[in-house]
C-alpha cells in the first residue's frame, strides 16, 4: 500500500496476507514481554497493483508522511498502538 499508492499513479487490484506464523517476545525483550505470544504474524505480503497515471516529474519532492498517514488512519492495526485509526 505504501510504495504502490495512488499519490504515484498505482491503483491496487489485489492484495493479502499468507502464511502465517508464530512468535514469541525474545529473552532480552523488556521483562514483561519475554515469552508473550506475538499473534497475526505473516510470512509473506503481495500485491498486484496497476501502474495508471504518472504524478511525479523528474527531480519532484514526494511526501511519504502524508501516504503514511492516510494509510494508517485506514489500516487495520489494532487499537492503541498508535498506528490505527482513530475511534
Known amino acids: 500500500e505504501m510504495l504502490f499508492c495512488p499519490e504515484l499513479g498505482f491503483e ?3 492484495s493479502g496476507l499468507d502464511t502465517p506464523i ?3 517476545f525474545a529473552n532480552n525483550s523488556a521483562e514483561y514481554l519475554r515469552g508473550q505470544l506475538v499473534t497475526d504474524l505473516w510470512c509473506h505480503s503481495s500485491i498486484i497493483a496497476k501502474k495508471t497515471a504518472h504524478k511525479l516529474q523528474p527531480g519532484q519532492p514526494f511526501d511519504w508522511r502524508s501516504v503514511a498517514s ?3 488512519a485506514s489500516s487495520a492495526y489494532p487499537a ?3 498506528l490505527s485509526k482513530p475511534p
Open 12 to 14: 491496487t487490484l489485489d
Open 22 to 24: 508464530v512468535g514469541r
Open 70 to 72: 492516510r494509510i494508517g
Open 80 to 82: 492503541n498502538t498508535g
